[in-house]
């Protein structure tokens, strides 16, 4: 199982970014897709999660501005983050994990067991 995420980068408050994540070595269709960050400090927070199902999930600070979305036929997911805001500065990882994600445990990095390496996002204000 590899994850690799990309598309951070430095972006003006307001501005807006799409984050992917390549995924290989298992048909990530079938299974769960999570974005987390973490920014200089602070716990590792979840972002988004899309479900095999369709269904998603997004953290509280995050609705409505960001949108998780995925390519079964690239087998790459994406976080289209728009109206940044500096305190979504943080390093952003894409996660999945093979059993049960819920809208209970989605949030808890901890319930994921595949982690991508990480791609920083600046917002500047």
């Known amino acids: 199982v590899q994850l690799q995420a990309s598309g951070g980068g430095l972006v003006q408050a307001g501005g807006s970014l799409r984050l992917s994540c390549r995924t290989s070595g298992f048909n990530s269709r079938h299974f769960p897709m999570g974005w987390f960050r973490q920014a200089p400090g602070k716990e590792r927070e979840g972002v988004s999660c899309?479900?095999?199902?369709?269904?998603?999930y997004y953290a509280d600070s995050v609705k409505g501005r960001f949108t998780i979305s995925r390519d079964n036929a690239m087998n790459m997911v994406y976080l289209q983050m728009n109206s940044l805001k500096p305190e979504d500065t943080a390093v952003y990882y894409c996660a999945t994990d093979f059993e049960s994600i819920d809208g209970n445990n989605w949030h808890v990095a901890t319930r994921w067991d595949y982690w991508g390496q990480g791609t920083l996002v600046t917002v500047s204000s």
């Open positions: 899309l479900r095999s199902n369709g269904i998603t």
